[in-house]
């Protein structure tokens, strides 16, 4: 099922969806399954594009926030629609973000978010956030354009196609890009770090 | 073959890839697999998953209902206030009566202002805009259009004016996809490089996208020497008043690069001087500004050809549409496809052209504008 990329996202089918954003606006208990339906995949999704706790926090509120005022207006088109329309809030938060502070920054363990994990062993949740902040420094490497997609794809749970609805693209593009980013990322994590790691 | 095409080019290794991928973010086993190869890495990459703490989940969903329930009373309570005033039985037959015959006089002067010309004219004049309809467009343009923008004006004489002009690239789809430029987000609020804002309207037809955005700033004469400002060129004549304008240019299209282009429009004050706004030979746009000849309007004055003309709304506001652009040699053409939509929004003026689009669909990218954001 798309979206659930190691995610803990609840289940909902597309008539169920329907019909909780048709009441959302005026039924909180509707809202509330919408939220916890998006949080984890929007959380994910704003952590990798922007890093740092605190930043994400902001960000993921305004979401919401916004999604809250212009939920009354969402229409529904088709499938997926409603992530795509919410994801693509985010991606203009967090383009709004960057036009205001540095473009990248290397972000120190403690100011990072925590990490879905099997163990509760402190020495293994800070490995967890190394290899988090890691990925984020190696998807950083690739374009503008492959980033977004790889994190889409990754941590906010899109399919392609919804990813090209919101790039304003065709299916076809992003799957190109999405191939091209991941083999360059893997290219640069083997020459990078397990390379390193064997020297 | 371009490389637009490469990039979109997907082999029987990228087919794989995008299966095992499905299978990949669908398996929450948190296995731990080889990054050696390129599905273990992908595996890896998706075994790692940022996660909130749960106080900042469970407070921001505290938050949003409270937002959500606070959104909902104002309405209820005004919609209590109709029902209340409009059907209290002391009063509403009375009130009926006063509110119908206000609407009805409303209807008839609405009626009538769209109905004639001149009175279009008028309010639009009075909403900061005039149209001016010729046959032909001025020759100092038409001058400008055929030498390039680089001649001088020479037989401006002693007419002062200044005139501003761009041209935006035909094939953008290719320059943006080949370089991959982040491009305005609809729905989003750009920051212009002298602080203002500029709402990029949410909507547009599906296959198209924005592309960039271009300002044109300025009060030439600030500047010293007029025919040096970028963009523009003077027409000689004696010093013109000072002036104060924003122009600013949001560039769309789609893959065939069928633009369409939102031109938005700011005075900072009333100036007694008449800026003329033309849009030519597909990608041309520009202003001329003067001082206004005897009983002419002065503001922001759209140099169209004898064309449809015709009144619409856009926000529950009036507003202009019309077909056509002209051509190089200063010819008004309406068989290319070209539709235009012109409204005052916020204190500004903004002119919505695009090819191949009906007026429906400029009207729906027009109302996507966020009026809080114009603000």
């Known amino acids: ?199 | 073959m371009t490389l637009m095409n490469n990039e979109r080019e997907l082999t029987e290794q990228d087919r794989q890839l995008l299966g095992k991928l499905e299978q990949i973010l669908s398996d929450d086993s948190g296995e731990q697999r080889e990054v050696d190869s390129l599905y273990g890495f992908c595996a890896h990459m998706a075994s790692v998953v940022p996660q909130a703490q749960h106080s900042f989940r469970q407070q921001l969903e505290n938050r949003l209902i409270v937002a959500l329930q606070q959104g909902k009373s104002p309405k209820k309570q005004s919609l209590y206030r109709f029902v209340r005033d409009s059907f209290m039985p002391q009063y509403s037959w009375k009130r009926l009566r006063w509110a119908l015959t206000v609407c009805m006089v409303l209807m008839i002067l609405f009626g009538i202002t769209v109905a004639i010309p001149q009175t279009r004219n008028v309010l639009a004049a009075w909403l900061g805009f005039s149209f001016d309809q010729q046959v032909k467009l001025q020759p100092l343009v038409v001058e400008a259009l055929e030498h390039d923008w680089q001649s001088p004006l020479a037989q401006a004489g002693d007419k002062s004016l200044n005139v501003y002009s761009v041209e935006f690239p035909k094939d953008r789809w290719l320059l943006i996809e080949e370089a991959g430029f982040l491009t305005p987000e609809p729905g989003s609020v750009v920051v212009l490089p002298n602080g203002s804002y500029f709402p990029v309207p949410a909507y547009l037809p599906s296959g198209y996208q924005w592309q960039d955005i271009t300002t044109m700033q300025g009060n030439l004469l600030g500047r010293g020497f007029p025919s040096l400002a970028r963009q523009s060129w003077a027409g000689g004549g004696p010093p013109m008043p000072s002036y104060d304008l924003n122009v600013n240019y949001l560039i769309g299209g789609d893959s065939t690069n069928k633009p369409v282009i939102l031109a938005e429009f700011e005075l900072s004050s009333q100036q007694e001087l008449v800026f003329q706004i033309f849009h030519a030979d597909e990608t041309r746009f520009g202003l001329v500004i003067q001082p206004p000849e005897a009983k002419s309007p002065t503001g922001f004055v759209f140099l169209i050809g004898s064309g449809d003309l015709s009144q619409t709304t856009v926000n529950m506001s009036a507003a202009w549409q019309y077909r056509g652009m002209w051509n190089d040699r200063g010819e008004w053409v309406m068989d290319r496809g070209w539709s235009n939509l012109v409204w005052e929004q916020g204190g500004r003026i903004y002119h919505l052209t695009g090819q191949d689009l009906s007026y429906a669909e400029l009207i729906s990218i027009a109302a996507s504008i966020s009026l809080q954001e114009v603000k």
């Open chain 1, 1 to 199: 099922m798309p979206g659930d990329s190691g995610l803990a996202t609840s289940y909902m089918n597309n008539e169920q969806e329907k019909a909780l954003i048709t009441r959302a606006h005026e039924d909180p208990e509707a809202f509330k399954h919408l939220y916890n339906h998006y949080f984890p995949r929007l959380y994910a999704y704003v952590s990798y594009r922007v890093g740092r706790v605190e930043d994400t926090e902001d960000l993921v509120s305004e979401t919401f926030l916004k999604a809250v005022e212009g939920i009354k207006s969402f229409r529904w088109q088709h499938e997926n629609s409603f992530a795509a329309w919410l994801f693509r809030i985010a991606r203009n938060s967090i383009s709004n973000f960057y036009r205001q502070t540095e473009r990248w920054q290397t972000v120190p363990l403690d100011e990072l978010p925590d990490l879905q994990a099997h163990s509760l062993l402190p020495s293994d949740l800070i490995l967890q956030k190394e290899k988090f902040e890691r990925l984020r420094q190696l998807i950083n490497t690739l374009t503008p354009r492959q980033q977004e997609i790889i994190t889409l794809r990754f941590f906010g749970g899109l399919r392609n196609q919804e990813i090209a609805e919101i790039l304003g693209i065709d299916e076809r593009t992003v799957s190109a890009h999405l191939c091209r980013g991941l083999e360059t990322a893997h290219q640069r994590y083997i020459n990078d770090f397990v390379a390193a790691e064997r020297e």
